[in-house]
């Protein structure tokens, strides 16, 4: 092999039924079955080159060439797909995060899901996109259900090999949702620290993996009968149970600030005029507001009152992975 090059596009996901904890740090084997909704709105450009003439990997996000910490995750993660394809061939790769001005929701969900087609892809791997997805776990928990569009569950499995995404519903309907992006810095306690504490020390985890495991089959339903009012209760207080369990480790921990609550409130203040609109929040204090597309727009309209105008982001569904054929001239190279 000289040069084996892909690119790949991956769209990042909200979980509306969190994953909140491993019971294999290793492997990436969840506690709880999880499912999100991708969107359409933020997304990653991964390019792969494996190249003879390289003596170690690269990687280069947004322009700049990473330090030794961050080429070594990406190079464990390419080993799965060299050990794969038998080969040991190094790598060069080029990432873009598509994030619109709000800053602080590049995901490593689109990251690893971008990295994973476009790996697969330049090394001719024969492996289906459900193979795929237990592939793109072992970089990122949620880089799992970012491999599908729409609504997508990642079943916890019983090993590595089924630990993967499964199609729920392609989305392609009246829903999306509203971001909030309330603070740009990096996030404090990143989520790979905050599950573990939370599993190790929270007397309330042995409850969440229960509700976790009801809430993922109520919410099934009700995306069966595209019922935007039960989807959207489940998701808010699936969200609120998993950051209940921050609460109760030890020590506590927590994800919310000032803004999030302002936030929070305003959304149930909308609710209240009879709009469908529910949050979540993940391992940060961004908000996301699920909602029907076609309310999205209004739902700007009035947080716009609270927020800056560069703090609101609104999304439909988004696809699965695709491969791309062109280096976008706005991918910086
Ligand atoms: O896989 P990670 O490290 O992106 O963890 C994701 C954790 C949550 O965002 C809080 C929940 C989820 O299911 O995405």
Redesign the pocket.
Known sequence: MVSNQAICRAHT???LI???GKRDVDKFLPMNS?L?LTLDGLYTDTRVIFDDHLTRDHFILNGAEQQDSEVDKISRFLDLFRERAGVKTYARVDSTNHVPTAAGLA???SAFAALAGAARQALNIDMSDQELSTYARRG????TRSIFGGFVEWQMGTNSANSMAVKVDDGLWDIGMVIIALNKQQKKI???KG?RHTVESSPFYESWKQVATDDLEKIKLAIEKRDINKIGQIAEANAMR?HATTLAADPPFTYFEPDSLRAMEAVRAIRKQGIPAYYTM??GPNVKVLCRLSDAEAIRQQLLTIFDDSQLLVTGTGPGIQILSTWEENNDD
């Open positions: 996901n909200i979980a969190k994953y909140w999880s999100s995901s490593s969900a990122s928990g949620s880089a990143s989520s790979r599950m998993m993940d391992a």
